[in-house]
């Protein structure tokens, strides 16, 4: 079975600083790994997915299949970017989409 | 398109009492799915459809049950409302999973049981 694991339920930063968010996950094949956020009184949204190898809202994500991590990553936080981050994980195969998801972890970035 | 749609948004229920949870979709999606998020556990998925008359359990299923007879609508049904139920539920639906294809989430049901 796959686990994804966030370490870190709070992260607190500066406006201007850099940010990373941690994931951790495990799984024996060859998995799909996606963050997804949520900001406040809005639902749960996309943000970007590894196989796409984007920059969505100057977040950046690269897949580390040595230390099979997935970490989020942003070079100057802005205060917009306070949300609930998830980590999620999909399994090769026949899946049928399902999801597996970190804990969270919940970033403010103050002014 | 609305997406996907919910409700209620807020519901408390008594304990032992059943209520069913809405969840509609309007983008002809094959897959869909229902979660619970709890503090500091993340999304655990419950059930999951991959089309009309065909449903699975997920990690958490114990205490619900799921219908899907058509492809637009995937209702959860708590019979036996505990204590442990209270959460906060959201209903997905995603296309036939290609790669990266992505999940898109409704706006939640925040549930209580007392």
């Known amino acids: 079975a796959q686990r994804v694991t966030q370490p870190e339920k709070l992260l607190s930063v500066f406006k201007g600083a850099p940010v990373e968010l941690k994931c951790n996950y495990s799984y024996s094949g060859s998995p799909e790994l996606f963050w997804y956020v949520q900001y406040s009184r809005q639902r749960l949204q996309l943000l970007l997915r590894h196989i796409s190898r984007e920059s969505i809202k100057g977040f950046t994500a690269d897949l580390n299949k040595g230390e099979t991590s997935f970490h989020l990553k942003k070079p100057f936080a802005q205060e917009e970017d306070s949300a609930m981050y998830y980590c999620?994980?999909?399994?090769?195969?026949?899946?049928?989409?399902?999801?597996?998801f970190g804990q969270g972890t919940i970033l403010t970035v103050h002014p | 398109n609305a997406g996907v749609t919910q409700t209620p948004k807020f519901r408390i229920l008594k304990i032992g009492q059943s209520m069913t949870l809405q969840c509609t979709q309007d983008m002809n999606h094959n897959y869909m799915y229902w979660y619970r998020q709890d503090p500091g556990m993340g999304l655990k998925l419950i059930y999951y459809?991959?089309?009309?008359?065909?449903?699975d359990k997920g990690e958490v299923p114990n205490g619900y049950n799921v219908s899907r007879s058509t492809t637009e609508d995937f209702p959860l049904r708590l019979e036996l409302a505990a204590p442990s139920q209270t959460s906060v539920y959201f209903c997905a639906s995603s296309p036939p999973s290609g790669r990266g294809d992505t999940q898109y989430f409704g706006p939640g049901t925040r549930l209580t049981v007392l």
């Open positions: 999620a994980l999909r399994a090769g195969g026949t899946s049928y989409g399902k999801l597996t």
């Open positions: 459809s991959v089309g009309a008359g065909i449903t």
